[in-house]
């Protein structure tokens, strides 16, 4: 199984994750990493920290902006990991309950990576209402 490691500027992925416990429960494969105030020194050691008490192979890292400072430090990391890290940019909620659920059912990080990045698609109220009157939706 997969650990999940949601990362952001400020407190988003603090919040994402106590959002995504109150959708679905406790989350103990998933953690939380917040650039604060503190500085990007403070969250590099921090994210070294996290990759290197891993007891799992695969780490799936969720971040807010690609090639924002989570992103980078990850980056960095990601060449001196031993196991298989995927970075995936533009987190939102529906993308982190999806890696969730996924994650849960025992799936390989890289076979859910395409789950993941369609849960994360935004789409307007407009665009469904067509999908459905076509008949287009893939539900």
């Known amino acids: 199984m997969y650990k999940i490691i949601v990362a952001s500027h400020g407190p988003?992925?603090?919040g994402m994750k106590k959002s995504l416990e109150f959708v679905m429960g406790p989350a103990e494969n998933v953690?939380?990493?917040c650039l604060d105030e503190e500085g990007?020194?403070?969250f590099?050691?921090?994210a070294k920290r996290l990759l290197d008490e891993q007891?799992?192979?695969?780490?799936?890292?969720?971040?807010?902006?690609?090639?924002?400072s989570p992103f980078n430090e990850f980056s960095k990391l990601a060449a001196g990991y031993a196991g298989k890290m995927e970075i995936i940019t533009g987190v939102n909620l529906p993308a982190l309950v999806e890696a969730v659920n996924c994650q849960e059912d025992g799936n390989s990080m890289e076979m859910v990576i395409p789950q993941i990045k369609e849960a994360a698609v935004m789409k307007t109220?407009?665009?469904?209402?067509?999908e459905?009157?076509?008949g287009d939706d893939d539900e």
């Open 12 to 14: 988003m992925a603090e």
């Open 31 to 33: 953690t939380a990493l």
């Open 40 to 42: 990007i020194s403070k």
């Open 44 to 46: 590099s050691k921090e």
């Open 55 to 68: 007891d799992t192979e695969e780490v799936l890292v969720m971040v807010d902006f690609l090639f924002g």
């Open 125 to 130: 109220l407009r665009e469904i209402l067509t």
């Open 132 to 134: 459905e009157e076509s």
